[in-house]
Protein backbone atom coordinates (compact mmCIF):
# COMPACT_ATOMS: atom_id res chain seq x y z
CA UNK A 1 0.00 0.00 0.00
CA UNK A 2 0.93 3.55 -0.76
CA UNK A 3 0.21 6.25 2.11
CA UNK A 4 -1.63 8.97 -0.04
CA UNK A 5 -2.15 11.07 3.38
CA UNK A 6 1.13 13.59 2.21
CA UNK A 7 -0.15 13.48 -1.01
CA UNK A 8 -3.72 15.38 -0.72
CA UNK A 9 -4.08 18.84 0.94
CA UNK A 10 -7.39 17.87 2.65
CA UNK A 11 -4.81 15.51 5.14
CA UNK A 12 -7.42 12.79 4.22
CA UNK A 13 -5.75 9.37 5.33
CA UNK A 14 -5.93 7.21 1.96
CA UNK A 15 -3.81 4.81 0.13
CA UNK A 16 -3.86 3.50 -2.98
CA UNK A 17 -2.16 -0.38 -4.41
CA UNK A 18 0.58 1.24 -5.65
CA UNK A 19 2.60 4.61 -6.01
CA UNK A 20 5.73 5.72 -7.55
CA UNK A 21 7.54 9.06 -6.90
CA UNK A 22 9.21 9.78 -10.60
CA UNK A 23 12.28 11.78 -10.29
CA UNK A 24 13.60 11.93 -13.17
CA UNK A 25 12.33 11.69 -16.67
CA UNK A 26 13.70 7.88 -17.46
CA UNK A 27 12.11 6.99 -14.76
CA UNK A 28 8.93 6.87 -16.88
CA UNK A 29 10.20 4.63 -18.76
CA UNK A 30 10.10 1.75 -16.39
CA UNK A 31 5.78 2.58 -15.93
CA UNK A 32 4.28 -0.13 -17.96
CA UNK A 33 0.64 0.59 -16.44
CA UNK A 34 -1.53 3.48 -17.92
CA UNK A 35 -4.45 3.27 -16.04
CA UNK A 36 -2.49 5.63 -13.17
CA UNK A 37 -3.38 8.64 -11.44
CA UNK A 38 -1.11 11.37 -11.53
CA UNK A 39 -0.46 13.66 -8.88
CA UNK A 40 1.78 16.84 -7.86
CA UNK A 41 0.45 17.87 -4.10
CA UNK A 42 -2.84 17.17 -4.39
CA UNK A 43 -4.14 20.69 -3.56
CA UNK A 44 -7.06 20.18 -6.14
CA UNK A 45 -8.45 17.14 -5.06
CA UNK A 46 -10.79 15.22 -3.14
CA UNK A 47 -9.79 11.51 -2.84
CA UNK A 48 -13.23 10.07 -1.61
CA UNK A 49 -11.56 6.26 -1.08
CA UNK A 50 -8.60 4.22 -1.38
CA UNK A 51 -7.69 3.70 -4.63
CA UNK A 52 -7.29 0.67 -6.23
CA UNK A 53 -4.31 0.75 -8.91
CA UNK A 54 -1.34 3.30 -9.02
CA UNK A 55 -0.66 6.73 -8.51
CA UNK A 56 2.59 8.64 -9.49
CA UNK A 57 4.03 11.62 -8.03
CA UNK A 58 5.43 14.40 -10.17
CA UNK A 59 9.08 15.23 -8.83
CA UNK A 60 11.24 15.90 -11.79
CA UNK A 61 12.61 19.13 -10.67
CA UNK A 62 15.07 21.37 -12.70
CA UNK A 63 14.84 25.02 -13.59
CA UNK A 64 16.87 26.51 -16.72
CA UNK A 65 16.62 30.37 -17.13
CA UNK A 66 17.99 31.45 -20.52
CA UNK A 67 18.02 35.29 -21.72
CA UNK A 68 16.91 36.12 -24.96
CA UNK A 69 16.76 39.09 -26.45
CA UNK A 70 13.55 40.34 -25.31
CA UNK A 71 12.49 37.59 -22.84
CA UNK A 72 13.49 34.68 -20.69
CA UNK A 73 12.83 31.37 -21.60
CA UNK A 74 12.69 29.20 -18.22
CA UNK A 75 12.29 25.55 -18.35
CA UNK A 76 11.08 23.84 -15.64
CA UNK A 77 10.42 20.31 -14.26
CA UNK A 78 7.08 19.25 -13.43
CA UNK A 79 7.78 18.98 -9.74
CA UNK A 80 9.23 22.18 -8.97
CA UNK A 81 7.03 24.03 -6.50
CA UNK A 82 5.20 26.86 -8.35
CA UNK A 83 5.87 28.96 -5.32
CA UNK A 84 9.19 28.31 -4.81
CA UNK A 85 9.63 29.03 -9.11
CA UNK A 86 8.39 32.43 -8.65
CA UNK A 87 10.19 33.63 -5.47
CA UNK A 88 12.99 32.46 -7.58
CA UNK A 89 12.33 34.12 -10.47
CA UNK A 90 11.77 37.82 -8.68
CA UNK A 91 14.41 37.45 -6.98
CA UNK A 92 15.89 37.76 -10.36
CA UNK A 93 13.96 40.71 -11.25
CA UNK A 94 12.31 38.07 -13.74
CA UNK A 95 8.00 39.46 -13.95
CA UNK A 96 5.24 37.63 -14.82
CA UNK A 97 3.94 34.96 -12.76
CA UNK A 98 4.16 37.22 -9.13
CA UNK A 99 0.21 37.62 -9.16
CA UNK A 100 0.08 33.52 -8.84
CA UNK A 101 1.98 33.88 -5.64
CA UNK A 102 1.26 31.36 -3.00
CA UNK A 103 -0.87 28.99 -4.95
CA UNK A 104 -0.23 25.92 -3.47
CA UNK A 105 0.70 23.01 -6.38
CA UNK A 106 3.62 21.95 -9.02
CA UNK A 107 4.54 23.39 -12.56
CA UNK A 108 3.27 19.73 -13.93
CA UNK A 109 -0.32 20.52 -12.72
CA UNK A 110 -0.43 24.28 -13.28
CA UNK A 111 -1.25 24.04 -17.19
CA UNK A 112 -4.00 21.40 -16.19
CA UNK A 113 -7.03 23.94 -15.10
CA UNK A 114 -4.73 26.68 -16.15
CA UNK A 115 -4.13 28.08 -13.00
CA UNK A 116 -5.31 32.24 -12.12
CA UNK A 117 -5.51 34.56 -9.42
CA UNK A 118 -5.66 38.33 -9.43
CA UNK A 119 -6.28 38.57 -13.16
CA UNK A 120 -3.41 36.19 -14.36
CA UNK A 121 -3.61 33.10 -15.81
CA UNK A 122 -0.33 30.93 -16.33
CA UNK A 123 -1.75 29.69 -19.93
CA UNK A 124 -0.22 32.85 -21.23
CA UNK A 125 3.18 32.48 -20.43
CA UNK A 126 3.16 28.98 -21.08
CA UNK A 127 5.37 28.45 -24.98
CA UNK A 128 5.27 24.51 -24.42
CA UNK A 129 4.20 21.37 -22.11
CA UNK A 130 6.05 18.20 -22.84
CA UNK A 131 4.54 15.12 -21.64
CA UNK A 132 4.96 11.33 -21.31
CA UNK A 133 2.38 9.13 -22.88
CA UNK A 134 1.24 6.86 -21.03
CA UNK A 135 -0.27 4.88 -23.54
CA UNK A 136 1.86 5.22 -26.60
CA UNK A 137 4.98 5.45 -24.69
CA UNK A 138 6.27 8.42 -26.71
CA UNK A 139 7.46 11.88 -25.61
CA UNK A 140 4.60 14.83 -26.95
CA UNK A 141 5.09 18.56 -27.18
CA UNK A 142 2.41 20.61 -27.19
CA UNK A 143 2.34 24.23 -28.11
CA UNK A 144 0.32 27.12 -26.46
CA UNK A 145 -1.98 26.91 -28.76
CA UNK A 146 -2.83 23.00 -28.38
CA UNK A 147 -2.66 23.45 -25.00
CA UNK A 148 -6.68 25.08 -25.63
CA UNK A 149 -6.13 27.21 -22.39
CA UNK A 150 -9.57 28.37 -21.20
CA UNK A 151 -10.95 29.36 -17.85
CA UNK A 152 -9.28 26.49 -15.58
CA UNK A 153 -9.11 24.54 -18.39
CA UNK A 154 -6.88 23.09 -20.61
CA UNK A 155 -6.57 20.09 -23.32
CA UNK A 156 -4.98 18.38 -20.78
CA UNK A 157 -8.36 18.60 -18.49
CA UNK A 158 -10.68 17.94 -21.11
CA UNK A 159 -8.35 14.74 -22.53
CA UNK A 160 -7.51 12.69 -19.37
CA UNK A 161 -8.25 9.75 -21.34
CA UNK A 162 -4.70 10.17 -23.01
CA UNK A 163 -3.06 9.96 -20.12
CA UNK A 164 -0.55 12.33 -20.28
CA UNK A 165 2.19 12.77 -17.77
CA UNK A 166 3.63 16.28 -17.48
CA UNK A 167 7.35 16.16 -17.29
CA UNK A 168 8.87 19.94 -18.22
CA UNK A 169 6.91 23.34 -18.46
CA UNK A 170 8.26 25.97 -20.80
CA UNK A 171 7.49 29.64 -19.65
CA UNK A 172 8.04 32.79 -22.18
CA UNK A 173 8.28 35.62 -19.86
CA UNK A 174 8.96 39.19 -21.38
CA UNK A 175 11.56 41.68 -19.93
CA UNK A 176 10.54 44.40 -17.94
CA UNK A 177 8.17 44.62 -15.01
CA UNK A 178 4.68 45.24 -17.02
CA UNK A 179 2.28 44.93 -13.82
CA UNK A 180 -1.28 43.51 -13.82
CA UNK A 181 -3.03 45.48 -11.45
CA UNK A 182 -6.80 44.88 -12.53
CA UNK A 183 -8.30 43.17 -8.67
CA UNK A 184 -8.96 44.88 -5.88
CA UNK A 185 -5.85 45.05 -3.16
CA UNK A 186 -3.64 45.75 -5.21
CA UNK A 187 -4.92 48.16 -8.00
CA UNK A 188 -4.97 50.97 -4.96
CA UNK A 189 -0.98 50.84 -4.99
CA UNK A 190 2.15 51.02 -7.42
CA UNK A 191 4.96 48.63 -7.21
CA UNK A 192 8.84 49.23 -7.48
CA UNK A 193 9.29 45.66 -8.65
CA UNK A 194 8.01 41.79 -9.18
CA UNK A 195 9.16 41.08 -5.88
CA UNK A 196 7.47 43.88 -3.85
CA UNK A 197 3.85 42.76 -5.89
CA UNK A 198 4.85 38.96 -4.91
CA UNK A 199 4.97 40.06 -1.28
CA UNK A 200 1.57 41.82 -1.40
CA UNK A 201 0.16 38.94 -3.16
CA UNK A 202 1.04 36.55 -0.46
CA UNK A 203 0.10 38.95 2.23
CA UNK A 204 -3.45 39.42 0.38
CA UNK A 205 -3.72 35.62 0.52
CA UNK A 206 -2.81 34.94 3.89
CA UNK A 207 -5.60 36.92 4.92
CA UNK A 208 -8.79 34.92 3.11
CA UNK A 209 -7.29 31.76 2.49
CA UNK A 210 -6.06 29.10 5.17
CA UNK A 211 -2.80 27.68 4.78
CA UNK A 212 -2.97 23.94 3.66
CA UNK A 213 -0.15 22.93 6.20
CA UNK A 214 -2.20 24.38 8.85
CA UNK A 215 -5.30 23.16 7.80
CA UNK A 216 -6.53 20.73 5.75
CA UNK A 217 -8.12 21.94 2.30
CA UNK A 218 -8.31 22.26 -1.53
CA UNK A 219 -8.36 25.63 -1.98
CA UNK A 220 -11.62 26.84 -3.81
CA UNK A 221 -14.05 24.01 -3.67
CA UNK A 222 -16.93 25.01 -5.99
CA UNK A 223 -16.69 27.18 -9.42
CA UNK A 224 -18.15 30.12 -9.70
CA UNK A 225 -21.40 29.91 -11.30
CA UNK A 226 -22.42 31.61 -14.84
CA UNK A 227 -25.73 32.39 -15.18
CA UNK A 228 -27.73 33.75 -18.17
CA UNK A 229 -28.74 38.18 -18.51
CA UNK A 230 -32.21 36.50 -17.13
CA UNK A 231 -31.46 34.45 -14.31
CA UNK A 232 -29.16 37.23 -13.00
CA UNK A 233 -31.45 40.13 -13.58
CA UNK A 234 -34.19 37.75 -11.31
CA UNK A 235 -31.30 37.06 -8.43
CA UNK A 236 -30.65 40.52 -8.82
CA UNK A 237 -34.36 41.90 -7.63
CA UNK A 238 -34.21 39.34 -5.10
CA UNK A 239 -31.00 40.09 -3.20
CA UNK A 240 -29.92 43.54 -4.56
CA UNK A 241 -26.78 43.34 -3.11
CA UNK A 242 -25.89 40.04 -5.13
CA UNK A 243 -22.15 40.53 -6.47
CA UNK A 244 -22.01 39.18 -10.19
CA UNK A 245 -19.39 40.70 -13.04
CA UNK A 246 -20.32 40.52 -16.50
CA UNK A 247 -18.87 38.41 -19.27
CA UNK A 248 -17.88 39.62 -22.83
CA UNK A 249 -21.03 37.72 -23.89
CA UNK A 250 -23.57 38.99 -22.11
CA UNK A 251 -23.92 36.14 -19.28
CA UNK A 252 -22.82 36.64 -15.60
CA UNK A 253 -20.17 35.52 -13.29
CA UNK A 254 -21.49 35.19 -9.93
CA UNK A 255 -19.44 34.58 -6.62
CA UNK A 256 -19.57 31.30 -5.24
CA UNK A 257 -18.19 31.90 -1.93
CA UNK A 258 -21.13 35.01 -1.17
CA UNK A 259 -23.80 32.40 -2.38
CA UNK A 260 -22.36 29.96 -0.10
CA UNK A 261 -22.24 33.20 2.84
CA UNK A 262 -25.89 33.91 1.97
CA UNK A 263 -27.52 30.42 2.72
CA UNK A 264 -25.72 30.65 5.72
CA UNK A 265 -23.25 28.03 5.41
CA UNK A 266 -20.18 30.28 6.20
CA UNK A 267 -18.14 28.71 9.52
CA UNK A 268 -20.17 25.80 9.60
CA UNK A 269 -18.94 22.45 11.64
CA UNK A 270 -20.40 19.31 10.23
CA UNK A 271 -18.49 15.92 12.24
CA UNK A 272 -14.57 17.35 11.54
CA UNK A 273 -15.13 19.13 8.46
CA UNK A 274 -16.12 22.64 7.78
CA UNK A 275 -16.58 25.54 5.88
CA UNK A 276 -13.47 28.55 6.47
CA UNK A 277 -14.77 31.29 8.17
CA UNK A 278 -12.85 33.91 6.14
CA UNK A 279 -14.04 32.32 2.72
CA UNK A 280 -17.14 30.17 2.29
CA UNK A 281 -16.09 28.65 -0.36
CA UNK A 282 -13.32 26.79 0.96
CA UNK A 283 -14.08 23.10 2.54
CA UNK A 284 -11.60 22.42 5.13
CA UNK A 285 -10.24 19.63 7.45
CA UNK A 286 -10.76 20.46 10.84
CA UNK A 287 -8.65 17.54 12.16
CA UNK A 288 -9.14 14.18 11.54
CA UNK A 289 -12.16 14.48 8.66
CA UNK A 290 -13.10 11.33 6.85
CA UNK A 291 -13.38 12.05 2.86
CA UNK A 292 -17.13 11.24 3.71
CA UNK A 293 -17.47 13.88 6.06
CA UNK A 294 -16.07 16.30 3.31
CA UNK A 295 -18.20 14.69 0.91
CA UNK A 296 -21.71 14.64 3.22
CA UNK A 297 -20.37 19.00 4.14
CA UNK A 298 -20.36 19.71 -0.09
CA UNK A 299 -23.42 17.41 -0.66
CA UNK A 300 -25.40 19.97 2.23
CA UNK A 301 -23.83 22.92 1.03
CA UNK A 302 -24.58 22.27 -2.61
CA UNK A 303 -28.18 21.56 -1.44
CA UNK A 304 -28.55 24.58 0.63
CA UNK A 305 -27.63 27.13 -2.48
CA UNK A 306 -29.70 25.33 -4.74
CA UNK A 307 -32.80 25.62 -2.29
CA UNK A 308 -31.98 29.50 -1.86
CA UNK A 309 -31.08 30.47 -5.29
CA UNK A 310 -32.14 27.74 -7.19
CA UNK A 311 -28.51 27.56 -8.55
CA UNK A 312 -26.42 24.05 -8.75
CA UNK A 313 -22.58 24.95 -7.75
CA UNK A 314 -20.06 22.75 -9.87
CA UNK A 315 -16.84 21.25 -7.61
CA UNK A 316 -13.80 22.98 -9.20
CA UNK A 317 -11.48 20.48 -7.07
CA UNK A 318 -11.65 17.06 -9.32
CA UNK A 319 -12.89 14.17 -7.45
CA UNK A 320 -11.54 11.03 -7.55
CA UNK A 321 -13.05 7.66 -6.02
CA UNK A 322 -11.21 3.80 -5.77
CA UNK A 323 -11.12 3.36 -9.83
CA UNK A 324 -10.68 7.14 -11.00
CA UNK A 325 -12.15 10.59 -11.31
CA UNK A 326 -16.17 10.90 -11.01
CA UNK A 327 -18.11 13.27 -11.47
CA UNK A 328 -20.25 15.07 -9.09
CA UNK A 329 -23.76 12.83 -10.43
CA UNK A 330 -21.70 9.62 -9.73
CA UNK A 331 -20.47 10.67 -6.21
C1 LIG B 1 -5.24 27.15 -0.33
C2 LIG B 1 -5.38 26.90 -1.82
C3 LIG B 1 -5.51 27.97 -2.67
C4 LIG B 1 -5.63 27.77 -4.05
N1 LIG B 1 -5.75 28.86 -4.84
C5 LIG B 1 -5.85 28.71 -6.19
C6 LIG B 1 -5.96 29.85 -7.04
O1 LIG B 1 -5.94 31.00 -6.60
N2 LIG B 1 -6.08 29.63 -8.37
C7 LIG B 1 -6.07 28.37 -8.91
O2 LIG B 1 -6.17 28.27 -10.13
N3 LIG B 1 -5.98 27.28 -8.11
C8 LIG B 1 -5.86 27.40 -6.78
N4 LIG B 1 -5.78 26.31 -5.96
C9 LIG B 1 -5.82 24.97 -6.57
C10 LIG B 1 -4.43 24.31 -6.77
O3 LIG B 1 -3.46 24.96 -6.05
C11 LIG B 1 -4.03 24.28 -8.25
O4 LIG B 1 -5.01 23.63 -9.02
C12 LIG B 1 -2.68 23.57 -8.48
O5 LIG B 1 -2.26 23.73 -9.82
C13 LIG B 1 -2.72 22.09 -8.14
O6 LIG B 1 -1.39 21.60 -8.13
P1 LIG B 1 -1.07 20.20 -7.52
O7 LIG B 1 0.37 19.88 -7.84
O8 LIG B 1 -1.44 20.14 -6.11
O9 LIG B 1 -2.01 19.26 -8.40
P2 LIG B 1 -2.91 17.96 -7.96
O10 LIG B 1 -3.96 18.43 -7.02
O11 LIG B 1 -1.94 16.93 -7.47
O12 LIG B 1 -3.50 17.56 -9.32
C14 LIG B 1 -4.49 18.36 -9.93
C15 LIG B 1 -4.89 17.73 -11.27
O13 LIG B 1 -3.79 17.80 -12.17
C16 LIG B 1 -3.37 16.48 -12.57
N5 LIG B 1 -1.90 16.49 -12.58
C17 LIG B 1 -1.09 16.83 -11.54
N6 LIG B 1 0.20 16.76 -11.91
C18 LIG B 1 0.19 16.34 -13.20
C19 LIG B 1 1.23 16.04 -14.15
N7 LIG B 1 2.53 16.16 -13.84
N8 LIG B 1 0.87 15.59 -15.36
C20 LIG B 1 -0.43 15.46 -15.70
N9 LIG B 1 -1.45 15.72 -14.86
C21 LIG B 1 -1.14 16.16 -13.62
C22 LIG B 1 -3.95 15.54 -11.54
O14 LIG B 1 -4.20 14.26 -12.09
C23 LIG B 1 -5.22 16.24 -11.12
O15 LIG B 1 -6.25 15.93 -12.03
C24 LIG B 1 -5.64 26.47 -4.58
C25 LIG B 1 -5.51 25.38 -3.71
C26 LIG B 1 -5.38 25.59 -2.34
C27 LIG B 1 -5.21 24.41 -1.42
Given at each position: MFDLTPYNTFGLQVSSTAGYVISSKSDLRHITDADVLILGQGSDILLTEDIEGMVLIDNIKFCE?????????????????????????????????????????????????????????????????????????????FSHEQCQFGYRTSYFKEHKEHKLFIMEVTLKLPKGFHPVLSY????????????????????????????????????????????????????????????????????????????????????????????????????????GAKPHEIVALARYVRAEVQHMFDLALEPEVRIFGSHGEISWEQL
Amino acid sequence: MFDLTPYNTFGLQVSSTAGYVISSKSDLRHITDADVLILGQGSDILLTEDIEGMVLIDNIKFCEISDEDDCYVVKVGGGNILDELIAKLVDLGISGLENLSAIPGTMGAAPVQNIGAYGVEIGKYIEDVECFNLISREVEHFSHEQCQFGYRTSYFKEHKEHKLFIMEVTLKLPKGFHPVLSYQGIREQEFASPKALRSKVVELRKQKLPDPKEIGNAGSFFKNPTVDAQTYQKLKARFPDLPAYPNAEGSYKLAAGWLIDRAGCRGITHGKAGTWEQQALVLVNRGGAKPHEIVALARYVRAEVQHMFDLALEPEVRIFGSHGEISWEQL
